[in-house]
């Protein structure tokens, strides 16, 4: 799945998508960083709007708020992720959502919208605590290779470790090229250390060296992700996999 963050972005994953049909499927959103254009060139929105009905296109977003960093003004970032929710629930797609250092803005603006299509809180990086009030409004929680960085107590890996996150609500991905999974196999926990493969092991030395992110990294971070929840590689796999299919209504 190819993500749109800006109308040409996403008019780019839309022309791949085409380029390779049931193989790369693709997205239509502003990012927050990138609001700004949308205000400055209004115009621009309708470009966006008639990518995003285009059979290819399976998912509006990435959308939301990201207040790490000023790219955007927030208001001109929380104007354009109302457009954007309007925009899913029209056409009935879901939504994959950014967001960071803005959660009680994000839920203040969802919370106000009925008859919202499924929502995917898209490589999350937050607090188990931040994490239960999506889960509790139903929504999906996606992961990427930051299950290697973060080392709290009360982040991602407690999520999966304590049983928070279910299976029916959980979604992997890679943010490629950013987000790779880079730790060194001996920073591991030892219980997750012994359950990887060698393969793995192999996949995490290697971005831990040339630091980009690719799809076939996924084996790794699912192997991370089922040693933390004490599961098998192959349950995790099947489950995000099923999730995907339902979710984006591919076959």
């Known amino acids: ?42 115009s621009t929105w309708f470009d966006l709007e008639h990518i995003a009905q285009a059979q290819e296109c399976v998912a509006v977003g990435p959308c939301g708020l990201d207040y790490q960093r000023d790219f955007s003004e927030p208001d001109a970032q929380k ?86 996150l279910p299976l029916d609500r959980l979604l992997v991905e890679t943010d490629a090229p950013f987000m790779y999974p880079n730790t060194r196999a001996s920073k591991l926990p030892q219980h997750v250390k012994t359950a990887i493969t060698e393969r793995s092991l192999l996949y995490l030395h290697r971005y831990c060296t040339f630091q980009r992110n690719e799809p076939c990294s996924l084996p790794a971070i699912v192997e991370m992700i089922a040693a933390f929840m004490k599961k098998t590689p192959d349950e995790v796999a099947l489950a995000t996999a099923f999730n995907a299919l339902k979710l984006f209504g591919l076959s």
């Open 79 to 164: 104007q354009i992720f109302a457009k954007q929710l309007h925009l899913a629930i029209r056409l009935n797609k879901p939504l994959l959502i950014h967001e960071r250092s803005a959660q009680n803005d994000l839920l203040e603006i969802l919370d106000k919208f009925e008859n919202l299509p499924p929502v995917v809180i898209r490589g999350f990086m937050g607090t188990a605590e931040e994490a239960l009030k999506y889960l509790d409004r139903r929504f999906y929680i996606s992961l990427t290779g930051y299950l290697c960085k973060d080392k709290s107590d009360s982040g991602v890996r407690r999520l999966l470790d304590n049983g928070t």
């Open 1 to 42: 799945m190819v993500h749109g963050t800006s109308v040409k972005s996403s008019k780019e994953a839309l022309r791949l998508s085409r380029i390779y049909p049931d193989i790369i499927y693709s997205t239509a959103g502003i990012h927050p960083h990138d609001s700004k254009s949308i205000v400055e060139e209004p």
